[in-house]
């Protein structure tokens, strides 16, 4: 059975940082891209971040660019997202998804390619 457990949500205040985290179960966690998406209410789903299934690469939505930062440790089936200069506007439920395809070529922006999704972890940005 796969799981995908987000976790390191919390509230902060405006300018401040998290470290969110997913730990991988039950599926080949270092062939997969691993993506992040964050819905915030009464929003549609939003793409932030995705690094593919070796690391070299990163992909970021426009609105985290230069502030976010995600990152892997294949060792320990984890995927960390690194949020910096935080604004009330990062306010969602951020969730990881792991990619359907293996060692892909491309890491996608897409939550269609994303086969596995968490139960997500609540990030509140206070002013």
């Known amino acids: 059975q796969v799981q995908l457990v987000e976790s390191g949500g919390g509230l902060v205040q405006a300018g401040g940082s998290l470290r969110l985290s997913c730990v991988a179960s039950g599926l080949t966690f270092s062939a997969r891209a691993m993506g992040w998406f964050r819905q915030a209410p009464g929003k549609e789903r939003e793409f932030v971040a995705a690094?593919?299934?070796?690391?070299?690469?990163?992909r970021y939505g426009d609105s985290v660019k230069g502030r976010f930062t995600a990152s892997r440790d294949n060792r320990k089936d984890t995927v960390s997202l690194q949020m910096n200069s935080l604004a009330p506007e990062d306010t969602a439920d951020y969730y990881c998804a792991a990619s359907k395809s293996i060692r892909g070529r491309f890491v996608s922006p897409y939550s269609v390619d994303y086969a596995y999704w968490g139960q997500g972890t609540q990030v509140t940005v206070s002013l």
């Open positions: 690094i593919n299934w070796n690391g070299a690469s990163t």
